[in-house]
């Protein structure tokens, strides 16, 4: 019987994009997503997405495994890291990555980031491209946001300012 994993430490909380357009919304919506939802999943040696949390343009947000087990979604840094996708970062298929999340989104997103950082003290939260760069160098980043200024802002957060 094939199952999850534990993950027996956090160092990091990983930021993902779906790389999506903006009038993708949703987690079915999502070709990748939706064709490992059916059959293909088992074939690739996946249990289900490899994200831990993916949040949609209206906010909502979406549990896929268990925070606590491993997750399947930067190589290499799996057994240590918890994931966070935001739907979208695309405005055309194919296209630079552009910051077109919305604020329900980062309100969201940096909730969620101030919570596991509650439950995993000293864990770092990075973008997916700061820990991981991709073999072709011409990829946008992924998530294609001002990391540093997502960490100014979840400080605020965690002081009480939401922006």
């Known amino acids: 019987m094939i199952r999850y994993k534990d993950r027996k430490s956090t160092k990091l909380i990983i930021l993902h994009d779906s790389h999506t357009l903006p009038e993708v919304c949703n987690i079915e919506d999502v070709p990748r997503w939706a064709v490992l939802a059916h059959k293909q999943g088992l074939k690739m040696g ?18 896929c495994r268990p925070v606590d087990q491993i997750g399947s979604h930067t190589p290499g840094l799996n057994l240590e890291s918890v994931s966070i996708c935001l739907v979208g970062g695309r405005e055309e298929i194919g296209g630079i990555g552009v910051d077109n999340f919305t604020r329900d989104q980062r309100i969201k997103a940096l909730g969620r980031c101030h919570q596991l950082l509650q439950k995993y003290p000293g864990a770092k939260v990075v973008g997916h491209s700061e820990v991981q760069r991709y073999r072709r160098r011409d990829t946008p980043p992924c998530p294609p946001i001002d990391m540093d200024l997502f960490r100014e802002d979840l400080k605020l957060y965690a002081q009480g300012i939401v922006l």
């Open 46 to 63: 996946l249990l289900s997405i490899g994200y831990h949390y993916i949040i949609e343009r209206d906010g909502t947000e979406v549990e």
